[in-house]
């Protein structure tokens, strides 16, 4: 076999040779899950079956059982052989003979779906399919994603279920998509029902597939084999074949980690568009009669003739959830740098605008780091600290709300009037208790609530779900999502929505009576003034509950570009006019001034 693999190397570069030989790669980590070898020269290979043909001679690595190889493709997908590394045993001490034979077996049906692999959420282990799972005492699992991917088109109207799996089979590729990105690489076995050269038989063959990974193409089959044997079990001839060197990159990895702004306000749960065929036999008795079988045929279809886009991975998004974030993490420091500089600006409003500013930064740093994470811990701590800083960032945007629906609502009030007639002291005193009423609330608050979340989350595994979603650290069960999280929020938006309008209603009153008494035409920035108090009370939110409840993608879009710009938006509208740009300017002339003589 060596003489036949110096044949099919021949028309290679240096570079190419050089991904399918272990000179300088024994021992080397390679398996990782955004790459694939053609082969490997680690402690895995030997018990994978894909060692380079040359590790024996290179190599003396001490070998390890790692488990099973599990195909994400089937294996008619051309130029495809791609497999991950699941757990596939079962507890010497576990009992049950016919559970751990489905597990432990290297059984594989025809179709290529059995097994399909398990992934427990709590562990962050992937089995090579349900047995495994329940010998090892997984609770919180999910299957992978089983779909097929068909090259042409081709017309289900008559399907049945006797049918459909076999037409899906003869035309389309099986595809298995693991939910754990992180399992380790590795190249699949090949099937067990391995047609067998003449001079050779099944057990041969498999021995032959397994002792060595140099992925060949078939030319005429449009088929990857592990090997020249086993291509040469096919029947096929050497002339037929060349190397075949895999891509080291399959998936590039992006540069832009974070999820996208959608998660914090994804909470309907939705199936995947699917075409499903209803054989149900019917039995009913009408006076003396009884019908003990009657077919009946009707079109149905018209039930189901409108079709929506329902809360889509959109890369786009992504993009722009990243983007915004960075712009407004940028805005944010800026604005944090200004109340810090500048005392005058540190009234009560401007403490409530720094406490604001900080929670949305820490939020906004959180989130640019909820991305899925390889080890389950991380992914626990940060699911649980963007779980506290969107909650406060929430209850500290209802608390500005709050605050400034006060100011402008009650100034005419015999309580305001007293408290601006009052001594200073005595006004000091009460803006004291005031902040620190509002601190408790909007930093107190969402730390109960956390709290309450990881107390719960630690004595029942997972049934808060923190860091256990598919894409992102965040809350992976719905329900829990949607009473720790959205409906708190819900009612905070609700009340910051009825401020706003109920304020910039007493702003317009409050400046037509105004111009009644003075008899003077005064220009109106009560728009500006809207755009303003809408940035910190964070009314735009709103977009996100609604575009889960109506199913509308396209709300998705401006959600993300005005939630994601918010910090940018407050920058805007406090740091750059007012008394903040007036601060800034005087403090520039003044350093001028200063300049000045000394030139």
Request: some cysteine.
């Amino acid at each position: 076999w060596k003489e036949q693999i110096k044949i099919l190397v021949k028309p290679l570069t240096a570079n190419q040779m050089k991904k399918l030989s272990c000179k300088r790669r024994c021992g080397r980590k390679q398996r990782h899950h955004d790459s694939i070898k053609s082969c490997f020269c680690d402690e895995f290979c030997k018990s994978f079956g894909d060692c380079c043909f040359d590790f024996d001679e290179l190599c003396t690595i001490p070998q390890v059982s790692m488990g099973t190889c599990v195909r994400e493709y089937d294996h008619r997908f051309p130029k495809r052989l791609i497999g991950r590394a699941v757990w596939s045993f079962c507890p010497k001490n576990f009992t049950d003979e016919s559970t751990k034979q489905k597990c432990q077996g290297d059984d594989e049906d025809e179709n290529g779906l059995n097994p399909v692999p398990v992934y427990d959420k709590y562990s962050n282990v992937t089995y090579k399919n349900i047995f495994c799972a329940r010998c090892n005492e997984a609770l919180h699992t999910a299957f992978w994603e089983v779909s097929f991917w068909c090259p042409k088109w081709f017309d289900v109207s008559n399907l049945s279920q006797s049918r459909d799996f076999k037409l899906l089979q003869d035309r389309c590729y099986l595809q298995k998509r693991p939910v754990d990105d992180s399992l380790k690489r590795c190249i699949p076995w090949p099937r067990p029902s391995i047609k067998s050269d003449p001079t050779k038989g099944n057990t041969l063959c498999k021995a032959e597939c397994l002792g060595y990974a140099i992925l060949v193409y078939s030319r005429s089959k449009l088929k990857t084999f592990r090997n020249p044997q086993c291509a040469f079990c096919y029947g096929i001839e050497l002339v037929d074949l060349k190397i075949s060197v895999q891509d080291d990159n399959l998936d590039p990895p992006s540069i832009i980690k974070p999820p996208e702004l959608t998660i914090l306000f994804e909470f309907i749960s939705t199936s995947k568009n699917s075409i499903k065929v209803v054989d149900q036999p019917k039995r009913s008795e009408d006076r003396p009669t009884t019908y003990v079988h009657d077919e009946a045929y009707g079109n149905v279809s018209k039930n189901f003739n409108k079709t929506r886009e329902i809360l889509r991975k959109n890369k786009f998004l992504q993009h722009l959830s990243f983007i915004g974030s960075v712009v407004s993490i940028v805005s944010l420091v800026l604005l944090l740098v200004t109340y810090v500089l500048f005392a005058e600006l540190r009234n009560l409003p401007g403490k409530i605008m720094l406490n604001l500013t900080i929670s949305l930064l820490l939020y906004e740093s959180v989130f640019l780091s909820a991305g899925k994470k390889d080890h389950q811990l991380v992914c626990l701590v940060v699911a649980v600290l963007f779980h506290l800083f969107a909650l406060s960032s929430f209850t500290w945007m209802n608390v500005m709300a709050y605050d400034v629906h006060r100011t402008f609502t009650e100034v005419s009030g015999n309580h305001s009037l007293l408290f601006q007639l009052g001594p200073a002291a005595n006004r000091r005193e009460d803006l004291k208790i005031r902040l620190m009423c509002y601190s408790l609330y909007a930093w107190g608050g969402p730390a109960i609530v956390v709290l309450s979340c990881v107390t719960v989350d630690q004595l029942k595994e997972g049934a808060i779900g923190y860091g256990l979603g598919k894409e992102n650290c965040f809350i992976s069960e719905k329900k829990v999502k949607i009473f720790s999280f959205i409906l708190p929020v819900g009612l905070i938006l609700i009340f910051n929505l009825f401020a706003l309008g109920h304020t910039s209603f007493h702003i317009v009153r409050t400046r037509k009576r105004a111009r009644q008494v003075t008899k003077q035409q005064q220009s109106s920035n009560v728009a500006l003034i809207c755009v303003k108090m809408a940035s910190v009370m964070g009314v735009t939110w709103i977009l996100g509950i609604a575009a889960n409840l109506q199913a509308l993608s396209l709300l998705w879009y401006p959600y993300v570009v005005l939630n994601s710009l918010q910090g940018f938006f407050i920058f805007l509208s406090f740091a750059t006019t007012g008394k903040a740009l007036e601060l800034y300017q005087s403090n520039f002339f003044k350093i001028l001034r200063k300049q000045a003589p000394q030139n």
